[in-house]
């Protein structure tokens, strides 16, 4: 397969490794990034900020090609080639009238474009876009990053995120989190009340909370002003929408969401069926089937959420009553009730986007702890009814090919090699066995890696995929800019990443003249300042 990632000139490569030396991002220790902020009339007042960037020397290979009346890269792309995006920082906008970090981002932007990607990927948040009031939708930040991307050649993905996000400081909006507090059932609950507040519960998509409209109203009038605002980058510099579909933006319930305290093996997880709206679902369901009882609640002998299938009878391996008819008639009902979610996602941006030329698609995660079990416990309560014996990945395909979208799937640097002791997982399997059903519904399918950084032999496993003929991935979107992504150590390994995709026969090493030593990037580092005004 040809990686369409680099054009014909290895100098290229060369010369964004020097531009890398001027990014503010590749110093870690500069954690507060200057703020270029934006008025409503969307005029950049630029005022606020002073920068002080100290250049650094070009790579012998940039220094050799300094003289060339055409500096711009070329690219040598195939139709089958896989494109390679660069997800831009999560907090890139946190005010809708400002750019965070603006300068650094232009910076990693000239870089990007040097090495041949693609594009970039913004993530476009609920809580900053429509914080304030329902209905009132303010673009002027992220309009900005459109225009930015646009002038640097690069084309832009967007991520639509109907969740909140810890990491980034960025919460659901403020007239969710009021209506919430009077009405905590707009949010997923687990078995001992706990309300799960980073996204709603896909139980209310079509129940009328927010003064007569449901969350599927909502979310396709936030869709609808975005087409209208962005009209005239769809098709051109716009040229793919993800549609956010629960938590951390993916297919799934939030069934995993507490952590160790001491980092151990994480446990199965637990479901998320318990406010009032699943169990009213929960209930009709049962009764139309013809056992009452059985609607009275979620799994009585399901494991709580760090304990191990073995720890309560529902997920063992032999006996567990995950394999009774009462055990069949529940994982139908929770996994076939996160499908129907995200069927009326997709098929509401697919209705607003299909003809601007842009390509929807969804976050399908890799819930592969347990993988090497029958019963397959974190992707039950994840809502997969995948077990050893039944395929839970089929149906989700088809309801992708269905609204023609694509399926991004995480995880890509994950291999089975690296996994921890007593999980046992399989990320391999996994990924080859989802990808097996998106090829018997020919849904296009492209990749990420995980949230996990640094993850060992990650860059390996990455070529490696997205390499493999039979996997068909055809964009790989590496998350995310921001200081550990032009890190000296990553950046290179990055670097490296391409070059090795662009020719795969070659090891990185036999590439000619475009190495340049980590001390000398290093160096580069050190050489770095910035003056904040």
């Known amino acids: 397969m040809e990686v369409s990632v680099i054009g014909s000139s290895q100098a290229q490569i060369g010369r964004s490794e020097s531009v890398f030396g001027e990014l503010v991002m590749g110093n870690p220790k500069v954690h507060a990034f200057s703020r270029v902020s934006f008025a409503r009339n969307r005029r950049c007042d630029v005022g606020r900020v002073r920068f002080s960037l100290k250049a650094v020397a070009e790579s012998q290979v940039a220094e050799s090609n300094k003289d060339s009346a055409d500096t711009s890269p070329k690219f040598s792309r195939s139709n089958d080639g896989v494109k ?11 005010d809708p009238h400002a750019v965070n970090h603006a300068r650094a981002v232009s910076a990693g932007l000239k870089a990007l474009k040097l090495l041949g990607v693609e594009g970039v990927e913004l993530p476009v948040w609920w809580g ?4 304030e009031t329902m209905g009132k939708h303010e673009w002027s930040g992220y309009l900005a990053v459109a225009e930015m991307v646009k002038k640097a050649g690069l084309k832009l993905h967007v ?22 507090e009077n009405h905590p059932d707009l949010y997923f609950t687990d078995r001992s009340g706990e309300h799960y507040k980073e996204c709603l519960s896909l139980a209310v998509d079509d129940v009328p909370v927010f003064d007569g409209k449901t969350a599927l109203h909502v979310y396709k009038e936030f869709c609808e002003s975005f087409e209208a605002s962005f009209k005239h980058y769809l098709g051109s510099t716009i040229t793919g929408i993800t549609m956010g579909m629960g938590p951390n933006g993916e297919l799934r319930y939030p069934s995993h969401h507490q952590k160790t305290a001491d980092g151990t093996v994480q446990g199965v997880g637990e479901f998320q069926c318990y406010d009032k709206n699943m169990l009213s679902h929960l209930k009709q369901h049962a009764e ?16 709580s959420y760090n304990q191990s299938p073995d720890g309560n009878p529902f997920f063992k391996d032999d006996g567990g009553s995950w394999e009774s008819p009462y ?78 979208c694509k ?8 291999s089975d090699d690296h996994q921890l002791q007593g999980s046992l997982s399989s990320p391999e399997s996994l990924l080859a066995q989802v990808m097996s059903s998106c090829s018997k519904h020919n849904v296009e399918v492209s990749g990420q890696n995980s949230s996990i950084s640094q993850v060992p032999g990650g860059f390996g496993r990455i070529k ?43 090891g990185v090493d036999d590439l000619p003249g475009v190495n340049v030593k980590t001390a000398e990037l290093k160096q580069a580092e050190a050489k770095l300042q910035m003056q904040a005004a």
């Open 84 to 94: 390679l995006y660069v997800g831009l920082p999560l907090d890139v906008v946190s």
């Open 128 to 131: 900053v876009v429509e914080n």
């Open 159 to 180: 991520s639509f995120c109907f969740h909140a996000c810890k990491e980034a400081k960025i919460s659901l909006p403020k007239w969710v989190s009021e209506i919430g």
């Open 288 to 303: 139309a089937a013809g056992n009452p009882f059985w609607g009275l609640g979620g799994p009585h002998d399901a494991p």
């Open 327 to 404: 055990g069949d008639f529940f994982l139908s009902w929770y996994s076939s009730q996160l499908a129907s979610h995200g069927n009326a996602l997709l098929s509401t941006a697919s209705s607003i986007f299909s003809h601007k030329d842009v390509t929807v698609s969804g976050v399908v995660p890799l819930v592969h702890s347990w993988y090497r079990t029958r019963s397959h416990p974190a992707e039950l309560t994840a809502g997969f009814y995948n077990t050893g014996a039944r395929d839970g990945y089929d149906a989700v395909a088809e309801m992708f090919a269905r609204n023609s």
């Open 407 to 414: 399926m991004i799937l995480p995880g890509m640097d994950l």
């Open 464 to 506: 490696k995929n997205l390499l493999d003929e039979k996997a068909a991935v055809d964009l790989f979107t590496y998350q995310r800019m921001g200081a550990l992504f032009f890190s000296p150590e990553n950046f290179r390994s990055f670097t490296e990443l391409v070059r090795s995709l662009s020719q795969p026969s070659m």
